[in-house]
C-alpha cells in the first residue's frame, strides 16, 4: 500500500457507489478501470454542482453539437514533457500490461462532485457490467465521464484547482504518478490520438 492508497481486486457495486459519494469525514475517493481495481484516496467536497446533459432552456443537446461547441484547439494543446511525471510501477494492477500512466485510468473524487451523485452510480455500474477487464480501453476514463455529464470546461478546471490545492496542503508531490493532476487543456481536445500521447507512459 503507498501513499494511503487502497487498491481493490474487485470492483463491486457498493464501491462503485462509495466512489460518487462524497463524505466529510471520509477521504476523497477516485474509480479506476478496468473494474478490478479501485483507488481510495484525498478528500472530497461534501456537495454536488449537479450538472446536466442539458442547456439552460432543458434542451437536450447531441453528444456531437456539445463536443463542437466545447473542444479546446488541438493545436494548442500541450506536449508531455518526458520525465516530468515520476512513474510508480507498483500502482496499477491490470489484467494486461498499462500503456498509460494511472491517470488515464481514474476518476477523482473532486470530479465525481460535479455531477448528480445517483446518475453517477449508475453510470459506474454501467461501466463495472460493460467492461472487458482483459482488454485495455482506446478512450480515457476522465474523458468519457467529461462526455457523458457534458461537463463544462470551466467547471472542470475549477475541480481540478481544489484538487491541486489539496495535494499542496497535504505536502503532496503533484509530479509523482499517483498525484498528476489532469491536464483540461489535453482532455477537452477530444482528440484520442493527442490524449493518449499525452497520458503514454513512458519508461
Same mark, same amino acid.
Given at each position: 500500500?503507498?501513499?494511503?492508497?487502497?487498491?481493490?481486486?474487485?470492483?463491486?457495486?457498493?464501491? !462503485?457507489? !462509495?466512489?460518487?459519494?462524497?463524505?466529510?469525514?471520509?477521504?476523497?475517493?477516485?474509480?479506476?478501470? %478496468?473494474? @478490478?481495481?479501485?483507488?481510495?484516496? @484525498?478528500?472530497?467536497?461534501?456537495?454536488?454542482?449537479?450538472?446536466?446533459? @442539458?442547456?439552460?432552456?432543458?434542451?437536450?443537446?447531441?453528444?456531437?453539437?456539445?463536443? !463542437?461547441?466545447?473542444?479546446?484547439?488541438?493545436?494548442?494543446?500541450?506536449?508531455?514533457?518526458?520525465?516530468?511525471?515520476?512513474?510508480?510501477?507498483?500502482?496499477?494492477?491490470?489484467?494486461?500490461?498499462?500503456?498509460?500512466?494511472?491517470? $488515464? $485510468?481514474?476518476?477523482?473524487?473532486? $470530479?465525481?462532485?460535479?455531477?448528480?451523485?445517483?446518475?453517477?452510480?449508475?453510470?459506474?455500474?454501467?461501466?463495472?457490467?460493460?467492461?472487458?477487464?482483459?482488454?485495455?480501453?482506446?478512450?480515457?476514463?476522465?474523458?468519457?465521464?467529461?462526455?457523458?455529464?457534458?461537463? %463544462?470546461?470551466?467547471?472542470?478546471?475549477?475541480? !481540478?484547482?481544489?484538487?491541486?490545492?489539496?495535494?499542496?496542503?497535504?505536502?503532496?508531490?503533484?509530479?509523482?504518478?499517483?498525484?498528476?493532476?489532469?491536464?483540461?487543456?489535453?482532455?477537452?481536445?477530444?482528440?484520442?490520438?493527442?490524449?493518449?500521447?499525452? $497520458? =503514454? =507512459? @513512458?519508461?
Amino acid at each position: 500500500m503507498k501513499k494511503g492508497l487502497l487498491i481493490l481486486g474487485c470492483l463491486s457495486l457498493l464501491a !462503485a457507489s !462509495a466512489a460518487c459519494i462524497s463524505s466529510e469525514t471520509a477521504s476523497k475517493q477516485s474509480t479506476t478501470f %478496468p473494474p @478490478q481495481n479501485t483507488i481510495f484516496s @484525498q478528500q472530497s467536497s461534501s456537495k454536488s454542482n449537479g450538472i446536466s446533459n @442539458q442547456d439552460n432552456n432543458g434542451n437536450t443537446q447531441s453528444l456531437e453539437d456539445w463536443i !463542437a461547441q466545447n473542444r479546446s484547439d488541438s493545436a494548442d494543446a500541450p506536449q508531455y514533457i518526458s520525465g516530468s511525471i515520476k512513474l510508480d510501477s507498483g500502482m496499477l494492477d491490470f489484467h494486461f500490461e498499462p500503456s498509460y500512466r494511472q491517470m $488515464y $485510468y481514474t476518476i477523482g473524487g473532486f $470530479y465525481f462532485d460535479l455531477v448528480d451523485r445517483d446518475a453517477c452510480v449508475a453510470w459506474v455500474d454501467e461501466l463495472e457490467k460493460s467492461k472487458n477487464v482483459e482488454i485495455e480501453d482506446t478512450e480515457m476514463l476522465l474523458v468519457a465521464f467529461i462526455k457523458h455529464f457534458r461537463i %463544462p470546461k470551466e467547471k472542470f478546471l475549477e475541480a !481540478a484547482e481544489k484538487e491541486r490545492k489539496f495535494y499542496i496542503e497535504g505536502e503532496r508531490d503533484l509530479t509523482s504518478e499517483d498525484n498528476e493532476i489532469p491536464n483540461a487543456d489535453v482532455l477537452y481536445t477530444f482528440d484520442n490520438e493527442i490524449i493518449n500521447e499525452y $497520458y =503514454r =507512459r @513512458q519508461k
